[in-house]
């Protein structure tokens, strides 16, 4: 059974960077085609799709977060891992790791509703 368990420091400083690190078990983050995501959900507020890693190691990054976030992984660990540089407290959320399957030519692992194994979220909140 595919399992991803998030983990992160909790509480971080403004103007500080925010590591997060997602544990995979049950599959290879190497298999072929599938990618895996980092989204949150600021309280009150949608789902935000902000990275994903392919299975050869390919980044994507949302437009709105890219140049602040570098997605990466381990292999041997089979972890993979988020960045967030400078945050403020609009980055204040829960942050999930989750898997998505990819897809033909036009398609984009931005789409939230095609993840289908979530972690259970990581609470993060951005305050001095």
């Known amino acids: 059974q595919v399992q991803l368990v998030e983990s992160g420091p909790g509480l971080v400083k403004p103007s500080q960077t925010l590591s997060l690190t997602c544990a995979v078990s049950g599959t290879s983050i190497t298999t072929p085609h599938y990618y895996w995501g980092w989204i949150r959900r600021p309280p009150g507020k949608d789902l935000e799709w902000i990275a994903a890693?392919?299975?050869?190691?390919?980044?994507y990054y949302s437009p709105s977060l890219g140049s602040r976030t570098t997605i990466s992984r381990d292999t041997s660990k089979n972890q993979f891992y988020l960045q967030l540089t400078h945050v403020t407290p609009e980055d204040t959320a829960t942050y999930y790791c989750a898997r998505v399957a990819g897809g033909s030519v036009s398609w984009t692992p931005a789409r939230i509703r095609d993840y289908d194994y979530w972690g259970q979220g990581t609470q993060v909140t951005v305050s001095s």
């Open positions: 890693i392919s299975y050869n190691s390919s980044p």
